[in-house]
């Protein structure tokens, strides 16, 4: 018997999530912790449900995600755009509603890296002109 199974990958920063839906009953499972236990901030939750909210299939599927580097943010940003990759493969047609609520879009932001003579990547140590 094999399990259908449809397959995502979600980055954001440095974070990267491999999403696996299974039909099933709503059931979150991420580095094989539970969704409220991994993302204890409600809002990094609905962040991350996002896609099965705008799609209307929350609660039809089981997912099983890994997830690793980033931070907790990153990581509910890389999980939701696995989580809407892993539906298109499902079905193709929910583009037309995801693409518009810009669950599709990779958020190509990256930290900036620190420049020699400075303290930060845009911050410049205090001028003295005397």
């Known amino acids: 018997m094999s399990v259908t199974q449809y397959y995502g990958t979600g980055r954001r920063k440095e974070a990267v999530a491999r999403v696996y839906l299974r039909p099933g009953t709503g059931e979150v499972k991420i580095n094989h912790r539970s969704f409220e236990s991994y993302f204890p901030q409600a809002t990094l939750r609905l962040m991350a449900e996002r896609p099965l909210d705008v ?3 929350k609660g039809q599927f089981d997912i099983v995600a890994n997830i690793r580097g980033g931070g907790l943010t990153g990581q509910a940003g890389a999980l939701r755009l696995g989580i809407a990759r892993a539906l298109l493969e499902f079905n193709p047609e929910l ?3 995801l693409k518009p609520a810009g669950l ?4 190509a932001r990256e930290v900036e890296r620190k420049k020699y003579g400075q303290p930060g990547a845009r ?3 205090q001028f003295s002109k005397r």
């Open 55 to 57: 799609t209307e299939t």
């Open 123 to 125: 911050k410049r140590f």
């Open 104 to 107: 599709l879009t990779r958020d």
């Open 95 to 97: 583009r037309g509603v």
